[in-house]
């Protein structure tokens, strides 16, 4: 005969905690990061839209440009060399236009944000699903929760901040899908 198992950890004495305290705010940070991840997704996807709304015009003028300073070297038409000059002149506006916002580069490093809030949210879900597999005395499940909350300080330092609008729109998407996140709606993304 198999002896009975209790699965509930030893209760806590002083009861100010309880594993519903340290699962929920696990919860709640876990979807904070996939909000954060996906409103950096949203940035990055602006970003490149970015590069290419400056990058596609600038080389068609620039190709536009090149063929008519070709043509028109014979020629003495006015108009053509007007044209050639307007499109010289957008050429140059937009080229460095392009080198100074560099969206590209931008897009790339709100994606890579993204993931490091993508793999802290992993690893609050995993936290989470070793609390409800293996359940552990409250003071280790939440020793190991600040420390899951400290790798989050400490990963989200270099990121780039996370303006309003990209962060109103995730936890718009968030709550559509019932992604419930009560920390989220009190985060502002300053």
Same mark, same amino acid.
């Given at each position: 005969?198999?002896?009975?198992?209790?699965?509930?950890?030893?209760?806590?004495?002083?009861?100010?905690?309880?594993?519903?305290?340290?699962?929920?705010?696990?919860?709640?940070?876990?979807?904070?990061?996939?909000?954060?991840?996906?409103?950096?997704?949203?940035?990055?996807?602006?970003?490149?839209?970015?590069?290419?709304?400056?990058?596609?015009?600038?080389?068609?003028?620039?190709?536009?440009?090149?063929?008519?300073?070709?043509?028109?070297?014979?020629?003495?038409?006015?108009?053509?060399?007007?044209?050639? =000059?307007?499109?010289?002149?957008?050429? *140059?506006?937009?080229?460095?236009?392009? !080198?100074?916002?560099?969206?590209?580069? %931008? #897009?790339?490093?709100h994606k890579m944000t993204s993931r490091v809030y993508e793999q802290l949210a992993d690893r609050y879900d995993a936290f989470i699903l070793r609390c409800q597999l293996e359940p552990r005395s409250?003071?280790?499940?939440?020793?190991?929760?600040?420390? =899951?909350?400290?790798?989050?300080?400490? *990963?989200?330092?270099?990121?780039?901040? !996370?303006?309003?609008?990209?962060?109103? %729109? #995730?936890?718009?998407?968030?709550?559509?899908?019932?992604?419930?996140?009560?920390?989220?709606?009190?985060?502002?993304?300053?």
């Amino acid at each position: 005969m198999i002896p009975d198992v209790d699965p509930a950890p030893p209760a806590n004495p002083d009861g100010l905690v309880n594993r519903e305290d340290i699962l929920a705010r696990a919860e709640d940070r876990r979807n904070l990061c996939r909000i954060m991840s996906w409103a950096h997704i949203y940035i990055s996807v602006r970003w490149s839209n970015t590069n290419l709304y400056i990058g596609i015009p600038s080389t068609i003028f620039a190709a536009i440009a090149s063929v008519q300073a070709i043509s028109d070297l014979g020629s003495g038409d006015v108009s053509l060399k007007v044209l050639q =000059i307007i499109f010289s002149v957008i050429v *140059a506006g937009l080229a460095p236009l392009l !080198t100074f916002l560099n969206p590209s580069e %931008k #897009a790339g490093i709100h994606k890579m944000t993204s993931r490091v809030y993508e793999q802290l949210a992993d690893r609050y879900d995993a936290f989470i699903l070793r609390c409800q597999l293996e359940p552990r005395s409250i003071q280790e499940e939440l020793n190991e929760l600040v420390a =899951i909350n400290q790798e989050y300080v400490e *990963a989200k330092k270099p990121l780039p901040v !996370t303006p309003e609008w990209a962060y109103q %729109k #995730a936890r718009s998407a968030a709550d559509q899908q019932g992604l419930v996140a009560p920390m989220a709606t009190k985060h502002h993304s300053d």
